[in-house]
């Protein structure tokens, strides 16, 4: 009973320890990037819609940061209205993809 104990908990530790990989799939994001072209994809673009500011660049963004963000302001937790209704039509895949495919395209620094 004991060695069944301690394999379980070594077998928790592992599965705790692995690193998490992205759920989305970089080529399914890639096919999806049209409504968040429009202003992510100009490099340097500020939008004078709600208030004037520099939209950030996506490419090279953390997967996990990118999901987060656009559950947050599917949720109505962030606020940008744009955002908020492109959000608001995507599935948490849609999401997944997205990130996915933004996490591996780094094209230079921010501008």
Known sequence: MKTTT?????SVLLALAMPVQAAGDPKAGQLKTSMC???HGIPGWRTAYPSVYSVPKLGGQHADYLVAALKAYKSGERSHPSMVGIAGSLSEQDMEDL???YASSYSGPAN
């Open 6 to 10: 301690m394999t379980l908990c070594a």
């Open 37 to 39: 072209a429009g202003c």
């Open 99 to 101: 990130a996915a495919y």
